[in-house]
């Protein structure tokens, strides 16, 4: 399968090397994007470097609006063949007995309600049923979602953990329309999420208790992104890759 593919939060980390990777693959790339435009430009540049078409495109996922304008522009660049979830937010390491309100609420709606909304769209142009040729949804959870963060973000945690439970719902939901819809679940992985939640450190404080004794990667997460939008997993829908070093 090769095509459009989308990724959200696609100008730095795990979208990033994710775009640069599928586009090398043959796929052309529309990288969804809050902020940071040079750096989205940038994955651009990459991208078409390695002979792929690429846009980028500024979206606020919080807003369905910006969500439907998003996939509107995706559509004048090509046919989606591919989504891929991948923009999130963390929180700075709280207890729940700290939390705002507005804290969670804002975690909820870019983290839970945002990727819903990207794959409501999705859906509505792979289906077959909607006139679609099929396609690929592979969702960016998180070993959150395993592990609940005590301590630090449990609202992370449970973001992802409702991403996983749409995973599997959405998965059965369109499976004989020609959907396939999994999720990778990644670890500590050396991007600067964890600084955008006020913990730089975060990853030499736990690298010590990683089984492998050492963080991950994005290219190693953009891999198992890259192998679930191939054909090569054409018979696995509803799936979890776990990408964490054991932990």
């Known amino acids: 399968m090769r095509g459009t593919v989308l990724i959200t939060g696609g100008s730095r980390g795990i979208g990033a090397a994710t775009a640069v990777l599928l586009a090398q693959q043959g ?19 990459e991208c078409e470097k390695r002979g792929a078409r690429a846009l980028a495109i500024q979206t606020d996922l919080a ?12 559509d004048k660049f090509g046919t989606l063949r591919a989504l891929v979830n991948n923009a999130g937010i963390v929180g700075p390491r709280n207890r729940v007995d700290e939390f705002s ?15 819903i909304m990207c794959a409501r769209e999705a859906v509505r142009r792979m289906s077959t049923i909607h006139g679609g040729s099929g396609g690929v949804i592979v969702n960016v959870s998180s ?3 395993r592990l609940g963060s005590p301590g630090e973000y449990v609202d992370y945690a449970a973001s992802k953990g409702a991403i996983d439970t749409m995973t599997l719902g959405l998965a059965k939901e369109v499976a004989g329309e020609d959907i396939r819809v999994n999720a990778v679940r990644p670890g500590l992985i050396d991007t600067g999420i964890h600084a955008s939640g006020g913990q730089p450190n975060r990853l030499e404080e736990l690298e010590p208790g990683i089984p492998m004794k050492r963080r991950g990667h ?5 891999e198992a992104i890259a192998w679930l ?12 890759i776990d990408i964490s070093g054991g932990r």
């Open 229 to 240: 939008c191939s054909e090569k997993a054409s018979y696995v829908t509803g799936a979890f």
């Open 63 to 74: 807003h369905e609006a910006e969500v439907v304008s998003l996939f509107d522009q995706v």
């Open 27 to 45: 796929w052309h790339v529309c990288v969804g994007y809050k902020s940071g435009h040079e750096a989205a430009e940038q994955v651009v540049t």
């Open 218 to 222: 994005s290219i190693e997460v953009a």
């Open 143 to 145: 070993a959150a979602s």
């Open 101 to 115: 309100y507005e804290r969670v609420v804002n975690m909820m709606v870019v983290n839970v309600v945002g990727p």
